[in-house]
């Protein structure tokens, strides 16, 4: 069996309410051409395509990629995170209803993560223990970081310790809605943005002590672990001469092997090396499906890298998420 772990939905009763309601939470659904787009206040824009909630088309594109079962993750923009903390709240049970109820109809190929209202982390972990109890959600998705707030904010803590006694994953994705600072030329924000982003979030966990706090909880991070695996020696060397950096129990790599990685890293030689740094044990297979920066054919860059035993390829095909998510 071949599991993707990072694929993105939004749901159908969620696509409606922006058509209805979106200026409350800055965003509109657009005809452009014959195409629709959602539009965010802010500036980011993207096409709002059928496989985003439609069942049939998913599974005939997983057919193609050769995936046979999805965890499906609410798309970034849906964090919501920059809007007030009871619209938030009230947007994210929607989210999370939505995907159950689209996992609740396919559960043969599917499950789901739910997002929470994280700028407000009281909300945030009765949002969690709602969705907890929904059908067909086995984990959670947060941003890398909060409106430039880091994930070591102490504010967290009761957070990362509801995933812990839930044993429910996080799944750590950057977001935007607008372009960064720097990076708003050739889609700098996404290409260069993102695999920054989930490094901040990864080091935030490690040098903020949050797994050291949380010794039980489980993060996936996106996009191959961002720059995170592949410039751990000099966090390692920060570690060791600046005392600022000083403030984990062990060197920085030491923590490596506490997150999952997907796959996407579009290169084969950038994906071997990431299987020699973390294991193939922690590994797995995403898409980032269906947006335009999506690896279309996993298996074949999983192939591409040179000497994988064939028991190294199951655990990042299919034992790596069972074990990750538990379903």
């Known amino acids: 069996m071949v599991i993707d772990v990072h694929s993105h939905i939004l749901p159908e009763n969620v696509v409606g309410l922006i058509r209805k309601e979106g200026s409350k939470y800055g965003a509109s659904v657009q005809k452009r051409g014959s195409a629709e787009w959602v539009v965010h206040e802010q500036g980011y824009t993207y096409p709002l395509f059928r496989k985003f909630y439609d069942a049939e088309e998913k599974l005939l594109d997983m057919n193609d990629m050769g995936v046979d079962f999805t965890v499906l993750s609410p798309a970034p923009p849906m964090f919501m995170y920059w809007i007030d903390d009871e619209l938030s709240t009230t947007f994210a049970r929607f989210v999370n209803e939505g995907t159950s109820r ?67 994953p996080v799944f750590l994705h950057p977001y935007y809605v607008g372009d960064k600072a720097g990076l708003s030329k050739y889609y700098l924000t996404n290409l260069i943005g993102n695999p920054l982003d989930t490094a901040i979030g990864a080091a935030s966990l490690i040098f903020g002590g949050v797994l050291d706090r949380h010794p039980k909880l489980r993060v996936l991070l996106a996009h191959g672990g961002g720059y995170l695996p592949y410039q751990i020696g000099r966090l390692d060397h920060g570690y060791t001469v600046r005392e600022e950096s000083k403030t984990c129990l062990e060197n920085p790599s030491a923590y490596l092997r506490r997150f999952y990685y997907d796959e996407i890293t579009f290169n084969f030689k950038a994906l071997s090396f990431l299987i020699q740094q973390v294991g193939a044990d922690r590994v797995v297979i995403g898409t980032d499906y269906p947006f335009d920066m999506a690896e279309s054919q996993p298996l074949d860059l999983l192939n591409q890298v040179p000497g994988l035993e064939p028991s190294s390829s199951k655990k990042i095909k299919e034992l790596n998420p069972l074990q990750l998510f538990r379903f």
């Open 102 to 168: 689209f996992v609740a109809a396919n559960q043969q190929r599917f499950r789901g993560l739910a997002t929470v209202p994280l700028q407000n982390p009281t909300a945030a972990v009765e949002v969690l223990h709602e969705a907890a109890k929904l059908t067909g959600l086995c984990g959670v998705e947060i941003g890398t970081t909060v409106e430039g707030k880091t994930l070591d904010d102490e504010s967290y803590d009761a957070f990362f310790a509801a995933c812990e006694t839930l044993d429910w």
